[in-house]
Every structure is written in C-alpha cells, then in structure tokens.
C-alpha cells in the first residue's frame, strides 16, 4: 500500500527485531493514518537532500518498541516518527541540519549517536533539534545539533 510517491506502509512498518523475534508490527487504521502523514514529511526531506532516505525505522508495536530498548513514549508507536540515513547526502548531522534549516514541519529531528536521524511528525510541532549519546546502553539527550 502507497502512503506517498517514495514511501509504502510496508517499508514503514518492517522490522528485523520482528521478524527475529516473530513479533505482530501491524498498525492499526489511527496509526496508518499518521504513517501518511509520516511519509509525506519523508517525501519533503527526500526533495530536500534530493536522495532518498533509507528507513531503519518507523512504526513499532509496543513489543517491538520494547524490545529495542525504545522510550516508553516513542512517537514511533503512533506512526509519527522514522529513523533514517542518506549517506548519498552527507553524515546523519549533516541531514539533520539540513531539515532543522527547512521549512519541513516536525516535533523533533534528533542526530542519534551520530549514526542515524530520527525524524518525528507528532502534533506537537515543537521543532525541537536534539542530540543523542549512548552510553551503558541508555541514551542522553542535549538541545542542538552536534
């Protein structure tokens, strides 16, 4: 199923943690609703760096979010948010800065650990930019881009 030009509901709800762990990763109507709108936010980044965006991941169930170790909170069980990279482009910092720079809406755009971007499209809009270390397993967050 399309939820836009580049992104299918299948590209945005696969999971390897889920198919190891034969874990259900089916959205329901609510949070296909908020893929789309996900994938349209996606659609704009991807005219931005003019290079598609490679999803590592997107909708998680609340078992495949815990056993990934995600935040309890994640917008990702909503259908809000995509962790990506676009090494055609440039580092995850690099894709991150562009967006925080754009015009694109989000509620976050975190450069993670340096390895990958997390774009999340919740209502809230915040547009806050932050930065995740990890260490010990735990993430920690600082306002910014670094």
Same mark, same amino acid.
């Given at each position: 199923m399309n939820l836009s030009n580049s992104f299918t509901l299948e590209a945005l709800t696969f999971s390897e943690t889920a198919v190891r762990r034969d874990l259900d990763n089916t959205p329901n109507d609510e949070q296909i609703a908020n893929l789309t709108e996900l994938a349209q936010a996606l659609e704009r980044v991807v005219l931005l760096l003019n290079f598609p965006v490679h999803i590592s991941s997107a909708y998680r169930s609340p078992k495949?979010?815990?056993a990934v170790g995600g935040s309890p909170t994640s917008a990702?069980?909503?259908g809000y948010a995509a962790d /990506?990279?676009? $090494?055609? /482009?440039?580092s995850p910092?690099?894709?991150?800065?562009? =967006?925080?720079? $754009?015009? =694109?809406g989000f509620d976050q755009c975190i450069v993670e650990g340096g390895s990958w971007c997390h774009l999340s499209v919740d209502? +809230?809009? +915040? +547009?806050?930019?932050?930065?995740?270390r /990890?260490?010990?397993?735990?993430?920690t967050y600082a306002p910014g881009l670094a």
């Open positions: 495949v979010n815990a990702h069980m909503e /990506f990279t676009c $090494s055609e /482009f440039g910092l690099e894709v991150c800065k562009a =967006i925080a720079q $754009s015009d =694109i209502p +809230r809009m +915040r +547009r806050e930019t932050l930065t995740a /990890f260490a010990g397993g735990k993430a």
